[in-house]
């Protein structure tokens, strides 16, 4: 699923970890020294390494990404974390910035993206390209509209679509992806994009919508779990002329869009395969105001 450099890239920092005879964490005994490893390649060859510790022991952690830099050149950024919790979750901990630039970049169309350890981007950048282009396909935008964007993540739909309209307002909750989107915004000298981070059902209220101005559009692309119930309700009560719903659970999505059933028709949905040889798929829908 992942082109090379990633199975030498994997390969060698496992040979270092033996070679330094490290430990490897065993969840059941809660031991161990080597936690995980997440792994970013970009198109523009850019590759983020963050490597996750489950014991905080300098010396042995200093050794080993040492090695790691020598023999790995290519590596555009490193981080590390120290990860002594029961679950694997790291979004959480601080991000500990080792070597290289604290961020890679990725290019989808007109649009440059600088991705820190904490942003969320799509794993596969050629069909996310597909995906943000069925989006302002299915948006069909003018320039005059007023676009909100759901769980912008770090703004990537709404820095794509921002040329075709007048302003677009993202909403996200993770605050560190925030501010990616606003560095973003400034590194494409976009200026008609603002953003807030918050949970969108306590972020998207009738006060918020008075102040920015009720959608021409809404775009949302929620987590695997769907919409807040509360984010559908004040969708209902909001009645943007049109949704343009991304999901990456079509059962979640199925269950919102039957939720708004009574106030919308849904006009298409186009598949995405993102997730080439899984089970998985996005999808797209558009929804049109009864």
């Known amino acids: 699923l992942q082109p090379e450099p990633s199975n030498r890239l994997r390969n060698t920092v496992r040979r270092i970890a033996d070679e330094q005879g490290l430990s490897f964490?065993?969840?059941?005994?809660?031991?161990?020294?080597?936690?995980?490893?997440?792994?970013?390649?970009t198109t523009l060859g850019q590759v983020m390494l963050v490597v996750s510790f489950h014991e905080d022991d300098p010396p042995k952690i200093k050794a080993f990404l040492d090695a790691v830099i020598a023999e790995l050149p290519e590596i555009t950024s490193l981080f590390y974390c120290i990860n002594p919790k029961l679950n694997?979750?790291?979004l959480d901990l601080d991000m500990i910035h080792y070597h290289g630039q604290p961020f890679i970049e990725e290019q989808l169309g007109h649009v440059r993206f600088r991705i820190g350890p904490k942003s969320f981007f799509q794993t596969n950048s050629y069909q996310?390209?597909?995906?943000?282009?069925?989006?302002?396909?299915?948006?069909?935008?003018?320039?005059?509209?007023?676009?909100?964007?759901?769980?912008?993540?770090?703004?990537?739909i709404a820095l794509y679509v921002a040329r075709s309209a007048r302003q677009v307002v993202g909403i996200e909750e993770v605050p560190e992806a925030i501010e990616d989107a606003r560095m973003n915004a400034a590194l494409n000298g976009i200026e008609n994009?603002?953003?807030?981070?918050?949970?969108?059902?306590?972020?998207?209220t009738p006060e918020f919508a008075r102040k920015h101005g009720k959608p021409d559009l809404l775009i949302t692309d929620p987590p695997r779990a769907g919409m807040h119930a509360d984010v559908v309700d004040m969708l209902r009560r909001l009645?943007?002329?049109?949704?343009?719903?991304?999901?990456?659970?079509?059962?979640?999505?199925?269950?919102?869009?039957?939720?708004l059933s009574?106030?919308?028709e849904v006009l298409k949905v186009q598949p995405v395969d993102m997730f080439p040889h899984t089970h998985h798929v996005e999808t797209v829908a558009l929804l049109q105001l009864l």
């Open 239 to 259: 009645q943007p002329p049109r949704i343009v719903y991304v999901s990456c659970n079509p059962a979640t999505q199925a269950r919102d869009l039957h939720l």
């Open 128 to 156: 996310a390209k597909v995906l943000y282009d069925r989006v302002v396909d299915f948006a069909q935008l003018k320039g005059t509209e007023n676009v909100y964007d759901l769980y912008t993540g770090i703004g990537s």
């Open 193 to 204: 994009c603002v953003f807030y981070a918050g949970d969108v059902r306590q972020v998207l």
């Open 88 to 90: 694997d979750y790291v």
């Open 262 to 264: 009574d106030f919308y």
């Open 25 to 41: 964490f065993d969840m059941r005994a809660n031991t161990g020294l080597m936690r995980h490893i997440l792994l970013r390649i």
